[in-house]
């Protein structure tokens, strides 16, 4: 055994499951078997145990609910959930709430669990040193970031899945724009129906292209972010090109106004674009650029008031070839910031809104500071806030 002193608890109300984990492990480890919470809680009260492994459905007590007693009766014990997909919300829940340090998904890997075990067993162990529990505690966070990571890298792949059919599907649509004026001269040819009938598919014939193109940017913007999200779960070097040119720019603008479009009708906000003619290459990349812009100006909308006469939100672009930069200016005539809430904006987590997160702003921060820029703010109460954006200019070859 590779401990004589470390007790693994596997409580699974199922025959089968319980022979295949004894016959697996027994050799290995100190193995006790249980058919039920009930019982695992009998069994805790008499014996010391380092880790136990339960499965999460069982009659009685489930997994999670016989881990909650066992968190607060005995804290020092190691904590695993055995479960299958179906049970994601579970496992989430359980491994944010440090109810369990790491989760094993149905059917589990004999080589993957064995490993896991023996790291529990050395959690466990470090409770008997000096800050033994100030550095497990540390150790099951660790494990806890690494479980949620490999979670959130299994969503990134059915993600994956969905935005290849919508891309294939954006790319049938553009059929639509290749018949455009074919479609028109048809319908204009048409005399069965009064010409009322057809005034809208009309108008949609003429945003057309418009909608589709911001279709085309939206889907390739959500496969970065996948990508991005996967690169930084699996920790495989990022290869964007950090360069945007001054069409992009324009696009990343014009992509802002439209995807915020709804919310400004909403709203009754007037967002336009300024200084759009003349745009250098900036060192960022497209998509990096869209999320920033799109962020400020969603935060710009929402800082006006539907009942308020005038609300306008000006996008305005401007360089500076001496210094080397370019800088983007969100300008709202909404309700503007105090100082002291100008002085919070931009942290993690800080929020004015009741459902936000905080993180908006904050990951613009990020974006920006990879490439060397900035986001700062200038705000009045009476008067509004502005948010500029500074980006150095891409170095000539």
């Not at 979670?151 to 993600?159: G, K, V, Y």
């Not at 800082?303 to 370019?326: F, Y």
């Not at 700062?376 to 109460?381: G, H, I, K, M, R």
Request: charged residues 25%.
């Amino acid at each position: 055994m590779e401990s004589s002193n470390g007790t693994i608890l596997y409580v699974d109300d199922e025959v089968g499951n319980r022979v295949v984990f004894d016959a697996t492990f027994a050799d290995d480890f100190d193995i006790v078997l249980v058919d039920s919470g009930e019982t695992a809680l009998e069994y805790l009260e008499e014996n010391e145990v380092a880790i136990i492994v339960s499965d999460q459905r069982m009659p009685g007590l489930s997994g999670d609910e016989l881990l909650t007693q066992v968190r607060q009766r005995w804290p020092r014990t190691i904590r695993l959930i055995v479960t299958g997909y179906a049970d994601v919300d579970t496992i989430l829940r359980a491994v944010n709430e440090g109810l369990v340090a790491r989760y094993v998904v149905k059917p589990w890997d004999q080589h993957q669990l064995r490993d896991i075990l023996r790291w529990g067993l050395e959690a466990y162990d470090l409770t008997a040193q000096d800050h033994g529990e100030v550095i497990q505690a540390r150790l099951i966070e660790s494990e806890k970031l690494a479980s949620l990571g490999a979670m959130h890298l299994s969503f990134m792949h059915e993600i994956g899945t969905l935005l290849s059919y919508m891309t294939s599907s954006v790319a049938e649509l553009n059929t639509i724009v290749e018949y455009q004026e074919d479609l028109v001269e048809v319908i204009g040819a048409d005399s069965s129906r009064p010409s009322e009938h057809w005034h809208p598919l009309l108008s949609f014939l003429n945003d057309s292209a418009e909608i589709l193109e911001n279709l085309n940017v939206g889907t390739s913007l959500l496969s970065h972010l996948r990508a991005e999200v996967t690169r930084l779960i699996s920790g495989v070097p990022g290869s964007t090109t950090m360069e945007c040119a001054g069409d992009d720019v324009r696009r990343a603008v014009e992509f802002a106004i439209s995807a915020n479009r709804a919310e400004a009708v909403l709203t009754k906000v007037d967002v336009r674009s300024e200084s759009l003619a003349s745009v250098p290459p900036v060192a960022i990349s497209v998509e990096d650029l869209m999320q920033v812009i799109i962020n400020l100006t969603r935060n710009a909308i929402q800082s006006h008031s539907p009942d308020a006469q005038g609300n306008e939100v000006i996008i305005r672009v401007t360089s500076e070839l001496d210094k080397r930069v370019a800088t983007i200016s969100v300008i709202d005539n909404g309700e503007g910031m105090s100082p002291e809430l100008l002085s919070k904006v931009g942290r993690q987590f800080h929020t004015t809104k009741k459902t936000g997160t905080g993180l908006g702003t904050y990951r613009c921060r990020i974006l920006l500071s990879r490439v060397g820029g900035s986001l700062t703010y200038q705000s009045d109460l009476t008067k509004g806030t502005t948010a500029t954006i500074t980006l150095p200019l891409v170095e000539e070859a």
